[in-house]
């Protein structure tokens, strides 16, 4: 009888050590090939910012967008250029404020647009994509290949998923 306790209890103990490997309680912003299984992770804290900094192909200035994990939602909040020239806003969308910083450079803010995930393509040529998060600057070159396409999204992983996945260390 002792026995079938001591069994029953060692049971029901892996059975919840195993459920807890699977259940997810890590956020992170996840980078992934959209054509793979693969997966790189950063742990992030619920409302921080990130920001992609890139060339833009066309007038080859830069271009900085401002996001934050919301959830598990993307906002877009924020973004500066150099110049408003094709594929540039030359002002804000209706609930946003336009405004031209000390520097000379266009701002957006107040944006409020929300992705559960967004591509990106890894620039080949000039773009020299930039993941900016944690203090640390993250050419997405040393991520993935140049060229590759990417979705970014935020989600919570599980210590399975995590063990999986690549933790780019920042």
Same mark, same amino acid.
């Given at each position: ?11 029901? #103990? ?6 807890? =490997?699977? /259940? ?6 996840? !980078? *992934? ?56 806003? #030359? ?6 404020? =336009?405004? /031209? ?6 701002? !957006? *803010? ?61």
């Amino acid at each position: 009888m002792k026995k079938n306790r001591v069994k029953r209890m060692f049971i029901g #103990s892996s059975i919840l050590i195993l459920a807890l =490997f699977f /259940i997810p309680f890590t956020k992170c912003l996840i !980078i *992934s090939p959209v054509e793979e299984q693969s997966f790189t992770y950063i742990p992030i804290q619920p409302n921080e910012v990130f920001r992609i900094e890139y060339t833009h192909s066309i007038h080859l200035s830069q271009v900085e967008e401002w996001y934050a994990a919301r959830n598990h939602k993307i906002e877009l909040f924020k973004m500066v250029y150099e110049d408003t020239s094709i594929g540039m806003p #030359s002002k804000g969308d209706e609930g946003t404020s =336009f405004r /031209i910083t000390e520097e000379g450079k266009y701002e !957006i *803010s107040n944006m409020n647009r929300f992705f559960s995930s967004f591509h990106l393509r890894i620039g080949q040529v000039k773009a020299n994509h930039l993941l900016h998060i944690k203090e640390e600057t993250i050419p997405f070159r040393e991520i993935y290949h140049e060229g590759t396409l990417v979705e970014i999204k935020v989600d919570t992983l599980s210590l399975w998923q995590l063990w999986r996945g690549v933790n780019f260390h920042v």
